[in-house]
């Protein structure tokens, strides 16, 4: 039996609901939904927990590799009350920034629960951070407690320049503290003083893929709340279980692996560490009755290269994001399982967007419409002035009536916050086109366009003209010097297995890609890869590869 909800926890509920109840109805969805907005609001405390009490359903399942655990909502709310207490006795305190560096495993879900109890500053990092990266972000955050995996212990000790509580999940090293000491605390948490929905909740840290990695200040309000919409463009519904694609650390993992599913009373199923393959993923989807998928377009492309089973029985819902969806994959997916994978858009800025929504066919190519929440315009980015349906232009979120899932800004950084949040709108950097019927096209990020002759080029666009080549397994388009056209397009291609990277495939590949691209977009040299650089969430790493090739 579920205990009551508080009265932000009823407001929340109120909305999560209509949205439900508009599963497959987008248009009354987008003209009804209102974002709560509740003065006082903390997720786990108001949402969770009530919704966890003698729940004695799965909120957490882990798989892979001979990997199986789970958790309960009961279950999960009781560790975090007892880990929420523990990290109070141990000093970490409301405001205090806690940075996370775990896997996926269960001491990360229950962190994230007992932080958020507490009204602690979450800094969720991935795993594969180096030292430098991690220095960065303990000096730039000013994290004062650190919650790591004993085998990334050292790089911690290496990076600390703050004085920090140092707990460690595995044999704790000297200077170190035992997470799992935590699960014999009492008393469990004591009680809270109301959490301000606008508290700082949340500090991410940007993919860097442009420019030095800025720090995205989320509240309690813009992240839990603001997972709605994302909740409903996955389509997930009370009882489903989601598989999603993310690594811990970075913004997606949020989404989709902690608040989206959640706010929807669904299960969580996550791959163990190391059980990312091909294989491992098709494992999860055809041994588990996983009715939600969500994965990048990488993964997405990387199945299809290792070959589609059978539909899995269950699979109702499957998503992108991360970066644009190709037109041959998703084609590729609708013919093999009959079911269209719905593309979204988001920022680790905001959440969820825009979106294919359920209950229509995706359109392939397209980004979406604005989800509920959200009220997207298309301005010249020089002007600020509208441009009409056709022309490039910003992406821009109005904020007359400001979505819940905008952040608060850029921690330590007003002069970008002050570029981002307008007055009127928050301007998100990135280039679209929007259609007459109102569906949006994403052209490329404003940082990654150049000139060439006086021509404005997308790398987007040609990379997605060389990825139909059945030579190209993967291809990243950046701008080399040329001392008449100040730049021309360079492609970089990873070649498919079975292909050699010479010049008879470069040949093959520009011809083919020639014939989708006029003249004054044509690429005019080539190299070969084994891989491209990406961030753990699959974004290509163009900034590298502009500097490689400019050297």
């Not at 405001?95 to 962190?111: H, K, M, Q, T």
């Not at 460690?168 to 000491?181: E, I, K, R, S």
């Not at 560490?273 to 998928?293: E, K, N, R, S, Y």
Request: include cysteine.
């Amino acid at each position: 039996m579920n205990a009551p909800l508080t009265p932000a926890g009823r407001e929340f509920r109120r909305a999560r609901d209509l949205l439900l109840a508009h599963h497959h109805d987008p248009d009354a969805a987008y003209r009804r939904f209102r974002w709560p907005r509740p003065a006082h609001f903390n997720w786990a405390l108001d949402w969770f927990d009530p919704i966890a009490r003698d729940n004695h359903t799965t909120a957490l399942q882990i798989t892979g590799r001979g990997h199986d655990q789970a958790l309960t909502y009961h279950q999960l709310a009781q560790r975090s009350d007892r880990l929420a207490g523990w990290l109070a006795a141990n000093g970490v305190q409301r405001g205090d920034p806690v940075l996370l560096l775990l896997d996926n495993r269960i001491e990360l879900w229950e962190s994230m629960l007992a932080a958020i109890k507490i009204g602690a500053v979450v800094v969720p990092t991935y795993t594969t951070a180096t030292v430098d990266d991690l220095t960065d972000r303990i000096d730039r955050a000013g994290i004062r407690h650190v919650i790591a995996e004993s085998r990334l212990t050292p790089r911690i000790d290496a990076a600390a320049a703050l004085p920090v509580t140092k707990i460690t999940v595995g044999p704790p090293p000297a200077g170190w503290l035992d997470y799992h000491d935590s699960h014999s605390h009492t008393p469990p948490l004591p009680p809270q003083e109301p959490t301000r929905a606008d508290d700082t909740l949340f500090y991410y840290f940007t993919s860097g893929t442009t420019s030095r990695p800025k720090i995205v200040r989320h509240t309690h309000l813009s992240y839990p709340v603001g997972h709605l919409s994302g909740m409903y463009w996955n389509g997930l519904r009370p009882g489903d279980l989601h598989l999603n694609i993310s690594a811990p650390g970075w913004a997606k993992h949020a989404w989709s692996s902690f608040f989206v599913p959640w706010n929807a009373e669904a299960t969580i199923l996550t791959l163990a560490p190391g059980a990312d393959t091909p294989a491992d993923i098709l494992d999860a989807l055809t041994q588990h009755p996983v009715t939600g998928f969500c994965a990048p377009p990488t993964v997405w492309r990387s199945l299809l290269a290792h070959g589609l089973p059978r539909p899995p029985a269950h699979l109702r819902e499957a998503t992108s994001a991360g970066e644009p969806l190709d037109a041959p994959t998703l084609l590729a997916v609708r013919d093999a399982w009959g079911l269209d994978i719905r593309d979204g858009y988001g920022q680790t800025e905001t959440t969820a967007q825009i979106g294919n929504p359920p209950g229509r066919p995706a359109r392939p190519g397209r980004m979406g419409l604005p989800l509920p929440g959200y009220r997207i315009t298309v301005l010249d980015p020089e002007t600020g002035a509208p441009v009409p349906d056709g022309a490039t232009g910003e992406l821009c979120i109005d904020l007359t009536d400001r979505p819940a899932g905008v952040m608060a800004g850029y921690h330590g950084d007003t002069a970008r916050t002050d570029a981002a949040l307008t007055h009127s709108h928050y301007r998100t950097g990135d280039l679209v086109t929007r259609s007459a019927n109102g569906y949006l096209t994403y052209i490329g990020r404003a940082d990654d366009m150049f000139k060439s002759f006086d021509h404005r080029i997308s790398p987007l666009e040609l990379e997605q003209a060389l990825r139909t080549h059945p030579a190209v397994a993967d291809a990243a388009v950046v701008p080399a010097p040329h001392p008449i056209g100040q730049y021309v397009p360079h492609a970089i291609l990873v070649p498919a297995p079975g292909w050699p990277p010479n010049d008879t495939t470069a040949t093959a590949v520009l011809a083919a890609a020639h014939t989708r691209l006029p003249p004054e977009k044509h690429i005019h040299s080539t190299t070969f890869t084994d891989r491209l650089p990406k961030t753990p969430s699959g974004k290509t790493r163009r900034t590298l590869l502009r500097t490689q090739t400019a050297g």
